[in-house]
Nanobody, 119 residues
Framework: QVQLQESGPGLVKPSQTLSLTCTVSGGSITTANYGWSWIRQPPGKGLEWMGGLASDGSKYYSPSLKSRTSISRDTSKNQFSLQLNSVTPEDTAVYYC???????????WGQGTQVTVSS
């Protein structure tokens, strides 16, 4: 019953900031022991975990992206967001938001949104 929906621009210019929002329905992002993450899949490649939030707001980032990534949440809207700075064409990917109970696989996924970095 929990559903996630990504939203944001599908085209971003190099050097700009990629911004996406995930809206969660059917469950609260503050529910104890649940985590909420951003995961992406470049064309022809596997899934890459970017970062996420714990239910208490603690933030975690992939070491390879930490310097460019910021994840935030708006509990009043039951949303969490992704910002990826200084993008290049290598950041072109399908971006997913996802949720899971602590210690389990991701069971809740958005449908994914294609983001292309191009001038």
């Amino acid at each position: 019953q929990v559903q996630l929906q990504e939203s944001g621009p599908g085209l971003v210019k190099p050097s700009q900031t990629l911004s996406l929002t995930c809206t969660v329905s059917g469950g609260s992002i503050t529910t104890a022991n649940y985590g909420w993450s951003w995961i992406r899949q470049p064309p022809g490649k596997g899934l890459e975990w970017m970062g996420g939030l714990a239910s208490d707001g603690s933030k975690y980032y992939s070491p390879s992206l930490k310097s460019r990534t910021s994840i935030s949440r708006d509990t009043s809207k039951n949303q969490f967001s992704l910002q990826l700075n200084s993008v290049t064409p290598e950041d072109t990917a399908v971006y997913y938001c996802a949720g899971r109970m602590r210690g389990t696989q991701y069971e809740y996924w958005g449908q994914g949104t294609q983001v292309t970095v191009s001038s």
